[in-house]
């Protein structure tokens, strides 16, 4: 039995959750709450007190008009906190909305032409901070930005990005998706007269989740294992795409340094896949019970070749050296990095 539902923005009539309420057909209904990254859809407060107020499922979307990847997680984070204002149980992910307006506004005001690289960049930045704000995210796109942004391998190598995948005509969606968007035509089978987009759940409504703390509230290390050989090879597929150096010894991964958001990202498929993750300092190089062998920083081959730690290796002549400390460093290393980033994005705010 399909599960409907209808996506809205101000570009609907004020009335129209009521109407489709009272229609009963829509089981959900997705609003764009934002528009870039300092813009509020005007309709959503009135919208959201209609929402709860019938008790329907509800989730977001962005309109994007970002043109780099941290103008996407500005976005990400603007739409978090539009949402944590209402007190509501969100049950579906919150989707990040780049298409045809967008392109044409960053090509048209910045000369910035859109390319596969920049739009996986942009949906996986955008991703990877709801999903550090404790929410599920997705993207939305129709076959053609599919076939030339997109791609089968991107969604291969993030599944846990939702798709929400717009193919009007068809009996059935003929790409993989987690809601398919069937229609945008008037509205009279929900109970509205005017134009409106049609939606069909094809996966399950999810559970409303706590938000992803990470590892460490700084860039570090993860030590992550034990796991199988299949799973440290998806592991190691996912830290390669992040361009995060790594050693693999005897079913274990030794990460280097990782910000907060990597380090969600990578929890979320440790946790899936039911594989232990901790942080690693040159304080604690020995496996758990379950391993063979201490893991040395350089056992392995990180991506094909060793890589410099950039920090003093215990020497194997006096086993009783002990290494420094390192974790007042790495705070330090990342308050200077978060105020490089608040730099950048107000250079980027001015043009």
């Known amino acids: 039995m399909n599960i ?17 309420a009272s229609n009963g057909k829509a089981k959900f209904i997705i609003t764009r709450a934002t528009i870039g990254s300092y813009t509020k859809d005007k309709k959503i407060d009135s919208f959201m007190s209609e929402i709860q107020k019938a008790k329907l499922k509800n989730s ?3 309109a994007s008009y970002a043109k780099n990847p941290i103008e996407a997680e500005q976005e990400a984070d603007f739409i978090c906190d539009v949402r944590d204002s209402y ?10 909305d780049w298409e045809y307006f967008s392109a ?52 291969a190598k993030n599944p846990d990005i939702y798709i929400w995948y717009a193919r009007p005509g068809l009996t059935k969606p003929d790409k993989p998706c987690y809601l398919w968007q069937y229609a945008s035509e008037i ?19 999810i559970e409303e989740v706590q938000p992803m703390k990470p590892l460490c509230p700084y860039p570090c290390r993860m030590k992550i294992g034990f796991a199988s050989s299949g799973d440290i090879k998806l592991l190691t597929s996912k830290l390669a795409g992040l361009k995060i150096p790594y050693t693999t010894d005897n079913g274990y991964i030794i990460t280097d ?4 958001g990597d380090q969600c990202y990578i929890m979320t498929d440790c946790n899936k896949l039911g594989i232990p993750y901790k942080e690693y300092t040159d304080d604690n190089p020995s496996t758990d019970d379950n391993s063979s062998k201490p893991i040395s920083p350089t056992d392995g081959e990180p991506n094909g070749s060793n890589f410099d730690e950039g920090k003093p290796h215990k020497d194997k002549s006096n086993s009783q050296e002990k290494l420094p400390d390192t974790t007042q460093l790495n705070v330090l290393l990342y308050q200077i990095y978060k105020k490089i980033i608040e730099y950048m994005k107000g250079l980027i705010n001015k043009k």
């Not at 007190?87 to 990040?96: A, G, H, T, V, Y």
């Not at 340094?257 to 907060?260: C, S, V």
């Open 87 to 96: 007190n509501d149980n969100i049950e579906m992910p919150i989707f990040f």
């Open 187 to 205: 509205g009279k089978d929900f109970g509205y007269n005017g134009y409106i987009d049609k939606d069909i759940l094809m996966g399950k409504f």
């Open 60 to 62: 977001y979307y962005v």
């Open 4 to 20: 409907y539902g209808v996506d809205i923005s101000s570009y609907q009539n004020s009335d129209v959750v009521e109407k489709i």
């Open 257 to 260: 340094y990782m910000t907060e």
């Open 104 to 155: 044409d506004y960053i090509k048209d005001k910045f000369g910035v032409i859109a390319t596969p690289n920049l739009v996986q960049s942009m949906a996986l930045a955008f991703c990877k901070r709801v999903w550090l704000r404790g929410y599920q995210a997705g993207v939305y796109l129709n076959k053609d930005y599919w076939d030339r942004f997109y791609t089968d391998k991107f969604f």
